[in-house]
């Protein structure tokens, strides 16, 4: 026994070193060298039952049992699932979402649906098929983002919605999972989240309220205040990897890991769709151990959609691609904006950019200065927006665009990436607002009765401790005012602006107030005065935002990229 079982070890070894199978799935082998490891991987596991047999010894990697996980379908795999379900389900978007799984619970039309998830899919998509079809009651989120359908059925009574801050929900499964009850967080101190009372299900009507969440207890550490949240549990829980051996090992693909390894394990049973089912995953390759997991199933068919295709313009001569009228105008301020805020950023740093105007920091700071660019849904080092042809369906960013990975990224999972934040691992964050208050407060993320956008990770970034930097357009549809004495929809965070730039000004928050510390180039201070409602007082040494100077940069950067790229 001990001689067919240390000899064969020893072969399979000296095989995979002259073979590099460390890197197994980029090379091919020779058909002898494959019969021969395949030889002495049946002489190991023969010598492995007799000794494990006559010793009667388990639980080491090499004596392990050979019970496999795999299911032959969906189908199969959700057999048992029925009506009134609690589920939870990984993805960003519609990346690493278990769509095979989604598809089957359509098709067997299971009714009175309770989701954990961070965003619902789109409309034609994902969680977004359930919604449509109304088997869905109740969804816990952190973000209804570009899904009309699951706005609609809130809005007007149609189903509950208990809105979550992305990073509290990630940590909530991960404490499921890990078996700790209840945990004290920062994101949420002085909004709904705390004081309880939004409205979590509306009547018919779209006014009355039927139902409305419950406040937080709030305690004091080391002079920050914090809330308590309990783990999250489920019936079932749903996620999608790339890999998986028989055993339920896991191995995820770039930013489609995201909340899947959060949530594998908080449910009495976890299911997880994969694209590969492999006979064994290199150790030092697996994401996630297979004790976490029940059943695995290969995907029928693997979909690879993208809900937001974004390409890099490659410059002519006389510029970039061409835009007519309101979009060329609006894509000249976003970028006036988005150059002047490349400006807070210095060498060295480890900068979050939220989803909208900051999303353009990403395409312009490349080649200005070295910093690595943190995305929540688990990307460190982001690059700009691909080239024509060289998107990759598994890689995006917080707003669910197609974009690049810059030299020396790394990809995490959802916890992860908000562990950075709260723990000040991030020098800064960068993100858009609806509206901004004279005393820094920020207002993002729900306009009541109108639109319901969610909070996504902005309350977590906000409340982290780490310089917030706000990039908004001054003046909304109309003119109507943004920067104001108070904010007048829901707060998604409490005096924690640091520096605010529009398309017009730049404002540095002080313990003595808002101050105008720079004016664009195009404009006056009775123009910011007129579009400012709120108390601001200027700075002595007010300068001119060098926004003309940094667009002709960035063109240059952009050949410069392209080049590069090519």
Request: hydrophobic share 40%.
């Amino acid at each position: 026994c001990f001689f067919f079982f240390f000899q064969a070890e020893d072969g399979i070894r000296d095989v995979e070193r002259s073979r590099g199978l460390g890197d197994v799935y980029k090379r091919q082998v020779s058909t002898q060298s494959t019969w021969g490891l395949l030889f002495l991987r049946m002489l190991s596991r023969l010598g492995v039952k007799i000794l494990s047999k006559s010793l009667g010894v388990v639980g080491t990697r090499s004596l392990a049992t050979e019970t496999s996980k795999v299911f032959s379908s969906p189908e199969e795999a959700l057999k048992d699932m029925k009506d009134g379900v609690t589920v939870c389900m990984g993805g960003f978007g519609l990346v690493g979402i278990p769509e095979n799984g989604v598809l089957t619970m359509v098709k067997r039309n299971i009714r009175n649906i309770r989701i954990v998830s961070n965003i619902a899919g789109t409309h034609e998509w994902g969680i977004g098929l359930l919604l449509k079809d109304n088997q869905v009651i109740e969804m816990n989120a952190s973000y209804v983002g570009e899904n009309p359908t699951f706005e609609k059925q809130y809005l007007t009574g149609g189903i509950s919605l208990n809105m979550i801050p992305q990073g509290t929900l990630a940590e909530r499964c991960r404490m499921g999972s890990a078996g700790i009850p209840a945990a004290y967080v920062k994101a949420g101190v002085g909004t709904y989240v705390e004081n309880g009372g939004f409205p979590m299900r509306l009547g018919a009507d779209g006014k009355s309220i039927m139902e409305v969440s419950k406040p937080r207890e709030r305690r004091n550490f080391d002079g920050r205040e914090y809330l308590l949240e309990e783990a999250i549990k489920v019936d079932f829980a749903m996620m999608k990897a790339f890999q998986a051996d028989k055993k339920g090992n896991l191995r995820f693909r770039k930013t489609a890991r995201n909340f899947n390894p959060d949530m594998c394990g908080i449910g009495k049973i976890n299911v997880v769709e994969v694209e590969q089912i492999v006979d064994e995953i290199p150790a030092d390759k697996i994401h996630l151990p297979g004790c976490f997991i029940d059943r695995v199933y290969k995907a029928p068919k693997v979909y690879k959609k993208i809900e937001r295709l974004k390409l890099r313009d490659v410059p002519t001569s006389s510029g970039s691609a061409k835009k007519k009228g309101k979009e060329e105008a609006k894509d000249h301020l976003r970028q006036r904006i988005a150059q002047r805020a490349c400006e807070e950023l210095k060498e060295g740093m480890y900068c979050n950019l939220g989803i909208g105007i900051p999303v353009v920091v990403a395409n312009t700071v490349m080649g200005k200065v070295a910093v690595d660019l943190q995305s929540e849904n688990g990307l460190v080092g982001m690059g700009p927006y691909p080239l024509k042809g060289m998107q990759d369906s598994d890689i995006i960013n917080a707003g669910k665009e197609t974009i690049t990975e810059a030299v020396g990224h790394s990809h995490n999972r959802s916890s992860d990436a908000f562990g950075m934040m709260r723990g000040l691992h991030l020098h800064m964050t960068m993100l858009g607002s609806l509206q901004v208050s004279e005393t820094g407060d920020i207002a993002n993320w729900i306009i009541p009765g109108q639109k319901v956008k969610g909070m996504g990770g902005a309350m977590d970034l906000v409340s982290s401790g780490s310089p917030v930097v706000v990039v908004m357009e001054h003046v909304g549809p109309g003119g109507t005012p943004k920067l104001l004495p108070e904010c007048t929809i829901p707060l998604t965070g409490k005096g924690c602006t640091s520096t605010l730039i529009t398309d017009m000004a730049v404002f540095h928050f002080t313990p003595q107030g808002m101050v105008l510390s720079e004016i664009a180039p195009d404009t006056t201070l009775e123009a910011v005065k007129k579009a400012t409602p709120a108390k601001y007082t200027v700075s002595p040494n007010l300068k001119k935002m060098a926004v003309d100077q940094l667009i002709k940069l960035t063109y240059i950067n952009q050949q410069f990229l392209s080049l590069i790229h090519i």
